[in-house]
């Protein structure tokens, strides 16, 4: 029990009780006067029936208040489902728009990459076509014969390279060198003066 009710039975408890000792005097006649007219009644009757009438009206407006109260609630729940439902409409619809878009970027991409893979597959083929159709030994053949020419070019310019310097080391030594050079060529070689001995003595 809450402590507004327990509240309210204490209080009903003692105006009951109130009642109870004072009945006698509540039920006394007494002469009241209501502005058009004189009545004789008892005077606490009259305010027990007052009271009773205002705490009925006062229960009426609470209720009244609760069921506003309530009416209200309900209201607003609805509205908040309501709400809830769009909200979940707008999510499920943003949710689909989403799946939409990367469904449409997913395909995109797939059509770019295939488009790739065609185009990188027809260069190879392209390449491939190209290589039987160009002949892979006559290449390597020129490649020889290009290298073969570098080398004998390269052979010739380092011997005029060889006799460009012998020349200079010729003209730079001194004079004798020549002359025995000479000297040695005119001298006969000594199988010759043997031969030459021979056919002389014979």
Same mark, same amino acid.
Do not use: C
């Given at each position: 029990?809450?402590?507004?009710?327990?509240?309210?039975?204490?209080?009903?408890?003692?105006?009951?009780?109130?009642?109870?000792?004072?009945?006698?005097?509540?039920?006394?006649?007494?002469?009241?006067?209501?502005? =058009?007219?004189? =009545?004789?009644? #008892?005077?606490?009757?009259?305010?027990?029936?007052?009271?009773?009438?205002?705490?009925?009206?006062?229960?009426?407006?609470?209720?009244?208040?609760?069921?506003?109260?309530?009416?209200?609630?309900?209201?607003?729940?609805?509205?908040?489902?309501?709400?809830?439902?769009?909200?979940?409409?707008?999510?499920?619809?943003?949710?689909?728009?989403?799946?939409?878009?990367?469904?449409?970027?997913?395909?995109?991409?797939?059509?770019?990459?295939?488009?790739?893979?065609?185009?990188?597959?027809?260069?190879?083929?392209?390449?491939?076509?190209?290589?039987?159709?160009?002949?892979?030994?006559?290449?390597?053949?020129?490649?020889?014969?290009?290298?073969?020419?570098?080398?004998?070019?390269?052979?010739?310019?380092?011997?005029?390279?060889?006799?460009?310097?012998?020349?200079?080391?010729?003209?730079?030594? #001194?004079?004798?060198?020549?002359?025995?050079?000479?000297?040695?060529?005119?001298?006969? #070689?000594?199988?010759?003066?043997?031969?030459?001995?021979?056919?002389?003595?014979?």
């Amino acid at each position: 029990m809450s402590l507004r009710a327990l509240l309210l039975l204490l209080v009903g408890t003692a105006i009951v009780a109130f009642i109870g000792i004072n009945w006698s005097a509540m039920t006394a006649p007494t002469d009241l006067n209501l502005l =058009i007219m004189d =009545i004789r009644a #008892p005077l606490g009757l009259v305010l027990l029936g007052l009271m009773a009438l205002l705490s009925a009206v006062f229960v009426g407006l609470i209720a009244y208040t609760q069921g506003t109260v309530l009416m209200e609630t309900r209201r607003h729940a609805k509205e908040l489902s309501v709400q809830r439902e769009l909200a979940d409409k707008a999510e499920a619809s943003r949710f689909t728009e989403l799946r939409a878009h990367l469904d449409r970027e997913v395909n995109r991409l797939a059509e770019v990459i295939g488009n790739q893979t065609r185009e990188t597959l027809s260069r190879v083929d392209r390449a491939e076509m190209g290589l039987r159709e160009r002949p892979v030994d006559a290449e390597i053949s020129r490649l020889v014969q290009a290298v073969e020419t570098h080398n004998r070019e390269l052979h010739a310019r380092v011997d005029r390279l060889e006799i460009g310097l012998r020349e200079r080391l010729s003209a730079q030594l #001194p004079g004798p060198a020549p002359q025995v050079a000479v000297l040695s060529r005119a001298a006969p #070689p000594a199988g010759a003066e043997a031969g030459s001995g021979t056919s002389a003595s014979g």
